[in-house]
Every structure is written in C-alpha cells, then in structure tokens.
C-alpha cells in the first residue's frame, strides 16, 4: 500500500512547476529568436550546447525499462547486467568519431534520409514506416507503460490516469520542439541522477542496518558480503543468467551490435546532435559517456541492495506476486521504504526518466514523419508552418495510439527491458550492417541494402527457431549454444545478434558483387575522408579516461 504523504506530493509539484516553467521559458525565448522553422522545430538547429546535448541523450535514455526492468535483472543477475549501461560509454566514443562526422558533413537530419542518400527512395520508406511503427508500438507504448505502473505503484493512483499524465506532460513538452525537449532534459536528467543517487544510498544505508551499521560505504561492503556472486560482470555457462549474458560476447559478440544500433543509427538518439556543428556534437556524445557510468549505481545497484534485503527478510514477502517472484518489484519496493520527503524526489526522478523519454521519442516520431513521409509523399509543397503543424499532430497521435494499445501487448509480463529488447532486436543486425556498410563501402547497392532489411529479419527469426527444428548441441563446444533444463541447446540471444550480422554482411557483399556492373550510378555516395575522423586532444583525454574506467571495472570484478 502506497504511503505517498503531502510533503512528497508538494516536492513533485516543484518539480512539475519547475519542468514545464522552465520549458515555457524556452519556449517563449525561442519564439522571439529563430521563429518555428522545421529543423529548428525537429532539431533545434544550432541552437543545443554539448551540456545540453548530453544531458538529452541520457534523460531520453534512461526510462522505466531501467529503473524497473533493470534493476529487476539486478535482483535476478546481478551487475553483470550494467554492460548494456558500461558497453554504451565507450559506443557513444565510436559513435562521436565515426558516425557523427559523416551525418553532419552529408547535411543528414533523419536515418531514413541518410538511408534515401545513399541507397534510393523505396530503402528509405520502408525504412521510415518500419521505424514509425517500431517507435510507436515497442517502444512509445512500453515506455508509457512501465512508467505509469511504476507510478501507479508509488502514488496509489489508477494505471489510467497515470497513463494520461505521462502523456499530456511529455506532449506539451514535445510540442515545443527540440530546443525545449533539449534543455528541459537538463532539468530532467539533474533529477534522474539526484534523486536516484538519494535511492541508491537509502538502499545501501538499509544493507548497512542490516549489520548494525550505517552509511552507503558500510551498506556497500556489507552487500559485497552478502552478495558476492552479484558482483560478476562476466557469467560462466553454469550460470542459470547465461542465456541472458553469455560469456565474453556481452564484450566480444553481440553486445556491440545492440549498442552501434542503437546509439549510431537510431533517429530518437541521434537526433540530438544531428543539428550541431561537429565539435559541440562530439563533446555532447562524450559527456553523455561519462553519465552513463553513474547509471549502474542508480539502475542495478538498488536491485542487488534489494536481493540482499529480500534474502534477509527484511522486505518479508514483497517481492512475490501472485505467490511467484517477481524481480521487477525490487525498485518500487524500496521506493515505498523511503521516508516522506525523499520519496518525493525519486517519485520525481522517476517521472522524469520516463517524460524526457516519451518526449524524445514522440518528436523522432514526428520528425520521421514529417521529413520522410509527409513531406515527401503527401505535400512536397508544405512550407515551414505546415510542417511545423504536422508534427505536432504526429505527437498527439502517437500518443493517443500508445494509451490505447499499451495495456494489450502484455508489457509488464514480459518485463519492458525484455519486451524492448526481444522486438528491436530481430532487426538490429540488419540495420547496423546497412548503415556501416554504406559509410564504408562504397560499392553496397540498393539492392543489398533490401537484403540487410529482409534478411536480417528473417535471419533472426530462423535462428530463434531453429533449436526447435534440429539439435543444436553441436554448438555447445564453442560456446554458441546452451543445453536449457529441458534438453534443448538454444542459442543465446546476444550470439544470435552476432551470426545474423555477419550473415547479413556476407550476403550484402555477394549481391553488391553480382550487381556491380548494373549498379545504380545516379545514387548519390556520402562525402566520406579520413579527415572526418580527426578527433582533438581534449576528446582523446576524455576517451582515454573512460577507456580506463570500464578497463578497472571488468579488471577488478571479472
């Protein structure tokens, strides 16, 4: 039963006020200034500082999938689970000095136009439609979701309403346009990070009490004690998690793939850099980086913290629902443990994980849709204002949908970092060879791009099957291959991700090879020189410090 008191309530309210304050202010500030031209609208062209950039990419990043869903595989796995968090520091370095520099020297704006530049019209609408729906129906709905159950949770008020103030908050936000998602993420990302730093400690105070003892740094001691298998980042193949993580390909495999893809050529990512100027891109990319190394202590930590209550008693029978145990229950419950007051503020991080992503991802939404769609197959005539008006009609439709399907797709059963993970990642591989393939091979047809989009769907879901249709074990010697309790060897997901990539590569080369003599020379190749890559001191500092982080971690907890 929720104890959400008045002074919680009023420290939410501040944050409310201040949130959507501040972003009117912006909002007023920007229409005296620029006016609401579409890329200023859709990318807030110019106009985002690198502080800014960063702190958008973590605040739409970060949502009710991780502090729910993560922290809930904290309870189950352990910090192993924190490579997704720690393998996307150093992606968002190789995003920075390979993939941003060829966006922004070709003038790319949105992934489908990069995909028509380089590969013709009927790549780049397929695409686009996919996108739009991938947006809408995986990740729109499972962030709304999770976000209002979590809220609903805390608060004690009906999954409905929180649906709708979820909505109707990140709508008005989205609406002002990029500028005003940017710098309210500032605003958004300072309480993610406070407030679940508040949670970590109070989670890591209770370990504490647990021994008599108080602090974080007792709590933490005491938690390496008594969780001590928890703090794994690597899992052998005895591990009953190793479908989940398996072995060194969360650092060698798959894991690379799920982190290029979604940092590198994902319209809701990239779009926070694609209208900057390439230093401030790149020092926006980097500081995100140096965030996302604080998100294993706000995400996984309370989940282990909350194992280690659980095994001692201290949350009684709070983790079981529905006479089962339910791990996603570890970051509400010590949420509802929180005195009044602090609870206010991780009530209000919350919030804001899951606003700043919903804004995100319904202004990738309207900018797909605007950009790519509308404007190129309804009205090629629309001129600013009309198009400024469409997207915001995209975002109240997007919207609209994701209140209405969210409750039917099951999401809080699948858990959302599952559910997210299990959809996008069927098409991850065939998208990332497509877009690597056209930065750095010139001779990739159009052709081959169809195939990265049709095969590697298929691929992946060949391979998700196909320990149904014959024996697998034969894998099992060289680690691609898991006998489950029930007999059968399956694939792990993560090396499933892996063998589709270089599948999709090598038929990708194949068909360009075989059509090389009738390939489409009015394609238009991307303006591509090592030049590109040249990064400064500064950001070579910076890379190397990160580098050094993740190289301690996985040095000490192997």
Known sequence: M?????????????????????????????????????????????????????????????????FIGMSGSGYRIGMAIAVYELMAAATLVIVAVFFMPVYLKNRIYTMP????????????????????GLYVVVNLTSILYLGALAISSLSGIGLLPCMLFLAVFAAIITLGGMKVIGYTDVVQVTCLVIGGLVTTWLALDMV????????????????????????????????????????LSVLL????????NYWGCNQYITQRALGADLPTAR???LFAAFLKLLMPVIVVLPGIAAFA????????????????????????????????????????????????????????????????????????????????????????????????IAPMLGIDKKGGFQYI???????????????LMGFFWKKTTSGAAM???????????????????????????????????????????????????????????????????????????????????RVDGAFVFGSAVIGLVLTTIYGVWW
């Not at 495999?253 to 290029?260: E, Q, S, T, Y």
């Not at 014959?470 to 063998?499: C, H, N, Q, W, Y």
Request: proline share 2%; with cysteine; hydrophobic share 50%.
């Open 2 to 66: 929720s104890t959400f008191s008045t002074i919680d309530l009023i420290v939410f309210l501040c944050y409310f006020v201040l949130v959507a304050g501040y972003g009117l202010w912006v909002y007023r500030r920007k229409q005296a200034g620029s006016g609401s031209a579409s890329h200023d609208y859709f990318l807030a062209e110019g106009s985002l500082t690198w502080w800014a950039i960063g702190a958008s990419l973590i605040a739409s990043n970060i949502s009710a999938e991780q």
């Open 113 to 132: 136009q990069f995909l028509e530049q380089r590969y013709g019209k009927a790549v780049a609408t397929t695409m686009a439609l996919f996108w739009l």
């Open 208 to 247: 504490a009490n647990l021994a008599n003892q108080h602090g974080a740094l007792a709590g933490f001691s005491e938690l390496y004690a008594r969780a001590h298998d928890h703090f794994e980042m690597i899992l052998k193949r005895d591990n009953a998690n190793y479908m989940d993580l398996p072995g």
């Open 253 to 260: 495999g798959g894991m690379w793939i799920v982190n290029l």
């Open 283 to 285: 020092k926006g990319l």
């Open 309 to 404: 209550l659980d095994k001692s008693g201290a949350l009684g029978g709070a983790m079981t629902q529905g006479g089962e145990l339910n791990p996603d229950r570890a970051y509400p419950i010590l949420l509802n443990l929180l005195p009044s007051g602090l609870k206010g503020i991780a009530f209000a991080a919350l919030t804001a994980a899951v606003v700043a992503s919903l804004a995100g991802k319904a202004n990738s939404i309207a900018t797909i849709f605007t950009l790519d769609i509308y404007k190129k197959s309804f009205n090629k005539a629309a001129d600013e204002k009309r198009m400024v008006w469409i997207g915001r009609v995209s975002v109240v439709v997007a919207m609209v949908l994701a209140v209405i």
């Open 421 to 435: 993970q299990e959809y996008t990642g069927f098409v991850s591989p065939g998208i990332l060879a497509m877009f």
């Open 451 to 533: 195939f990265a989009t049709i095969g590697g769907l298929l691929g992946s879901i060949f391979l998700k099957f196909l320990p149904q249709m014959m024996d697998l074990s034969f894998l099992a010697p060289i680690g691609f291959a898991k006998l489950t309790s029930a007999g059968v060897a399956e694939i792990p997901f993560l090396d499933r991700m892996f063998i589709v990539f270089f599948f999709v590569v090598g038929g990708m080369v194949l068909i360009s090879k075989l059509a090389e003599a009738k390939r489409d020379d009015t394609i238009k190749h991307l303006h591509i020189d090592t030049a590109l890559f």
